[in-house]
């Protein structure tokens, strides 16, 4: 039977695997970071207008400029972000992995290279190879921070293209000091001009502010989002940037033509039309967040500071088999890959109180 190594694969592709996590049916689902709760009916109710209005225009193109959505987009980056941007700041895509693989197919490619601070998002360094831009990975401190004075002279001995800072981080929860995003953006212009993308995917979850005002007077700092994780969209897949115009007009160089189709579009802009309602549940998710952290601590469990909609907690000698016993319980987490370590994404309270009940049970089952 031919598999993948019988194929003509490019070298730097080999023997790696796809990014997934396992799609179990089990009565609680906290492995992938989705937004519990349901879209609000009147929010259903708009985006089928605003589906229905596109659809009677469906044998034409879409904006492939998305100039209506970008405009919008601008709007709400400056109501919640303290920093004013226009239309020409902002870019859309088919979630923020498409803004990642553009970003890389414009700054990163072959002969170049990019740096992330691990553990970290792993898409990072699945999209670089990807696009067959070699990948450096630089690691983080014991408690997952990031050590400003090594992450420094990683940047200073290694020249990337493209440096990757995601804060809050995932899979660990943390948050990045703005203080420590500025010293790496200095670094990284001194070593060689290049492009800094702060991933800001949870952002709407932190305790602290956005480092969208950053970009002022940076031109190669790009700050990444999606509306996944805060606008409850997980399965509309609309992502998108703010940076500077040229950083606009540079990636549009790669875009496939009209790559967000009109029904995309029209669903994005009915979800910012209730920014205010969603919000509200992040609100809601942020303190239970916060819940979980509190009762993990006093059950036992070592638990990162996060600033996410999920909890990083352990330290197990064995996560996979102890990720097992919490799914035999009937909630799914997910087995991250950092050694000893799991983590849950926030879930309803009821989901919540399920979780906590399996862990609870388990380490007293492991104190016995």
Same mark, same amino acid.
């Given at each position: 039977?031919?598999?993948?190594?019988?194929?003509?694969?490019?070298?730097?592709?080999?023997?790696?695997?796809?990014?997934?996590?396992?799609?179990?049916?089990?009565?609680?689902?906290?492995?992938?970071?989705?937004?519990?709760?349901?879209?609000?009916?009147?929010?259903?109710?708009?985006?089928?207008?605003?589906?229905?209005?596109?659809?009677?225009?469906?044998?034409?193109?879409?904006?492939?400029?998305?100039?209506?959505?970008?405009?919008?987009?601008?709007?709400?980056?400056?109501?919640?972000?303290?920093?004013?941007?226009?239309?020409?700041?902002?870019?859309?895509?088919?979630?923020?992995?498409?803004?990642?693989?553009?970003?890389?197919?414009?700054?990163?490619?072959?002969?170049?290279?990019?740096?992330?601070?691990?553990?970290?998002?792993?898409?990072?360094?699945?999209?670089?190879?990807?696009?067959?831009?070699?990948?450096?990975?630089?690691?983080?401190?014991?408690?997952?921070?990031?050590?400003?004075?090594?992450?420094?002279?990683?940047?200073?001995?290694?020249?990337?293209?493209?440096?990757?800072?995601?804060?809050?981080?995932?899979?660990?929860?943390?948050?990045?000091?703005?203080?420590?995003?500025?010293?790496?953006?200095?670094?990284?212009?001194?070593?060689?001009? *290049?492009? /800094?993308?702060?991933?800001? +995917?949870?952002?709407?979850?932190? =305790?602290? #502010?956005? &480092? %969208?005002?950053?970009? !002022?007077?940076?031109?190669?700092?790009?700050?990444?989002?999606?509306?996944?994780?805060?606008?409850?969209?997980?399965?509309?897949?609309?992502?998108?940037?703010?940076?500077?115009?040229?950083?606009?007009?540079?990636?549009?160089?790669?875009?496939?033509?009209?790559?967000? *189709?009109? /029904?995309?579009?029209?669903? +994005?802009?009915?979800?910012?039309? =209730?920014? #205010?309602? &969603? %919000?509200?549940?992040? !609100?809601?998710?942020?303190?239970?967040?916060?819940?979980?952290?509190?009762?993990?601590?006093?059950?036992?469990?070592?638990?990162?500071?996060?600033?996410?909609?999920?909890?990083?907690?352990?330290?197990?000698?064995?996560?996979?088999?102890?990720?097992?016993?919490?799914?035999?319980?009937?909630?799914?987490?997910?087995?991250?890959?950092?050694?000893?370590?799991?983590?849950?994404?926030?879930?309803?309270?009821?989901?919540?109180?399920?979780?906590?009940?399996?862990?609870?049970?388990?380490?007293?089952?492991?104190?016995?």
């Amino acid at each position: 039977m031919t598999g993948i190594d019988d194929l003509p694969v490019r070298d730097e592709l080999r023997g790696k695997s796809p990014y997934g996590a396992p799609q179990l049916d089990v009565p609680v689902r906290l492995n992938t970071n989705e937004n519990p709760y349901p879209l609000p009916e009147p929010l259903v109710e708009r985006i089928a207008e605003r589906v229905r209005e596109a659809a009677r225009d469906l044998n034409r193109y879409p904006d492939r400029d998305a100039v209506e959505l970008r405009t919008e987009l601008a709007k709400y980056l400056t109501k919640t972000g303290n920093h004013r941007v226009g239309m020409e700041n902002v870019w859309a895509a088919n979630g923020s992995n498409e803004v990642i693989q553009q970003l890389l197919q414009t700054f990163g490619g072959p002969g170049r290279k990019a740096i992330g601070f691990e553990p970290s998002y792993s898409m990072h360094a699945l999209i670089a190879r990807g696009t067959g831009t070699a990948w450096i990975s630089a690691p983080r401190n014991e408690d997952f921070t990031i050590d400003r004075a090594a992450a420094e002279r990683a940047i200073a001995e290694n020249r990337p293209d493209v440096v990757f800072i995601t804060t809050p981080n995932n899979p660990t929860g943390n948050a990045v000091p703005r203080e420590t995003v500025l010293a790496l953006y200095e670094a990284a212009q001194a070593a060689k001009p *290049s492009m /800094v993308v702060v991933d800001e +995917a949870y952002i709407e979850f932190s =305790h602290g #502010d956005s &480092l %969208l005002p950053l970009i !002022e007077d940076r031109p190669n700092l790009v700050v990444s989002r999606t509306m996944s994780k805060a606008f409850g969209a997980a399965g509309l897949r609309l992502g998108y940037l703010a940076a500077h115009p040229a950083v606009v007009d540079a990636v549009q160089l790669v875009r496939l033509p009209y790559h967000l *189709s009109a /029904v995309a579009q029209a669903t +994005a802009l009915a979800a910012l039309e =209730h920014t #205010d309602t &969603l %919000l509200q549940y992040v !609100e809601q998710l942020k303190a239970e967040r916060d819940r979980l952290v509190t009762e993990l601590r006093a059950i036992g469990y070592e638990v990162t500071e996060s600033d996410a909609n999920f909890v990083q907690f352990g330290r197990f000698e064995d996560s996979h088999t102890t990720w097992q016993k919490i799914l035999d319980r009937g909630v799914l987490v997910r087995d991250n890959g950092v050694p000893g370590w799991l983590r849950v994404s926030t879930g309803t309270p009821a989901e919540n109180d399920a979780f906590l009940d399996a862990v609870r049970e388990l380490k007293k089952e492991q104190s016995a």
